[in-house]
């Protein structure tokens, strides 16, 4: 009752202010802290096709720990791995909309503040609200196909799903959502928790947009590439399915 209270009122029972709100962004700030190291790591782990497919199809039995027992039940692990993600994925989510304007006006009055201000740090709000409202359904979507089809990971099979079912563009739309709005919420949670930050507050600031910029810059081509190389897979399957 006394969180019920706390929510219409922004105060507790007994008058003073209420801190669920920092709850919330205390919340909000680890799962998408959470999210994007964990999108870091899943770059390096997808980028491993740029190897070889051998090597890809070995990282991906390591990681279902198929070294302890190898059988194709272990496919489970990563079913379960990417079904927690997906619990984060979803709170992060929903505290993020808290955020969001919730009608017209309120965007209006959004927008017109961006436009006046020409503040740097708000349109990459802006990017970042944008490429998480895609990335709630790509996203979620992804996610999914992975928890009921873990067992369908390797790199031919893979290759075959971005060629023959077109799902290149899907992914082309969902790296760059994800690596624009990964690396803004990084660099937007260093300079609200302080993080990094030099007895220069403004110099801190600058070098940290640049490394934003670098940062996605290289997780775009490292996307980019790795993409590249399962439409070459899933090509040459097509080509060499069509001549038998």
Request: hydrophobic share 50%; glycine share 6%.
């Amino acid at each position: 009752m006394n969180e019920l209270i706390e929510g219409y009122l922004g105060k507790s029972i007994e008058g003073k202010k209420s801190k669920i709100p920092a709850k919330l962004d205390f919340i909000q700030s680890a799962s998408g802290l959470f999210l994007g190291l964990f999108m870091w790591l899943h770059m390096f782990f997808v980028s491993t096709i740029l190897v070889s497919e051998d090597f890809f199809n070995s990282v991906v039995h390591f990681l279902e720990l198929k070294f302890v027992y190898n059988n194709p039940i272990m496919s489970y692990v990563t079913s379960f791995l990417a079904a927690c993600v997906l619990v984060v994925f979803f709170v992060h989510a929903l505290l993020a909309m808290r955020k969001f304007p919730i009608n017209f006006r309120q965007y209006q009055i959004l927008r017109t503040h961006a436009k006046t201000m020409k503040h740097s740090d708000t349109s990459l709000w802006l990017v970042q609200a944008f490429t998480g409202f895609v990335m709630f359904f790509l996203g979620s979507a992804h996610l999914v196909f992975i928890i009921t089809n873990a067992d369908k990971i390797s790199g031919t099979m893979s290759g075959d799903r971005v060629v023959s079912h077109f799902m290149w563009l899907f992914y082309a739309v969902l790296l760059v959502c994800v690596e624009l709005h990964g690396s803004i919420g990084l660099y937007r949670l260093c300079v609200k928790w302080g993080w990094f930050e030099g007895k220069d507050v403004k110099e801190s600031r600058k070098k940290l947009k640049a490394a934003k910029w670098i940062i996605s810059i290289f997780f775009l081509a490292l996307g980019i590439l790795s993409l590249l190389a399962f439409i070459k897979i899933g090509l040459t399957s097509y080509q060499n399915s069509t001549i038998l």
